[in-house]
């Protein structure tokens, strides 16, 4: 997912900026699943707080939604 970390910006941010941008080429359409807490951990090695803050504030900005139990989706864009 990511190569090398920026050493001026926190990671979730750079694990955010990726995820957005998968959206954006079409890699996440609406509608699909993104990658779980779980998922995140495993693929960067950051901790499951860090995860936990890139899905957070996706979902703040509304970019993706989650359905309890099930995960989390891309929302639809306007």
């Given at each position: ?29 609406p ?12 693929e ?31 929302a639809?864009?306007?």
């Amino acid at each position: 997912m990511i190569d090398e970390w920026a050493e001026d910006r926190p990671k979730w941010e750079q694990i955010a900026d990726v995820i957005r941008q998968r959206i954006a080429d079409g890699t996440y359409p609406p509608r699909s699943r993104v990658p779980s807490v779980q998922q995140l951990v495993n693929e960067t090695g950051v901790a499951v707080d860090t995860a936990q803050k890139v899905l957070a504030n996706l979902r703040e900005e509304g970019v993706i939604y989650t359905v309890r139990g099930l995960g989390s989706f891309v929302a639809e864009r306007e």
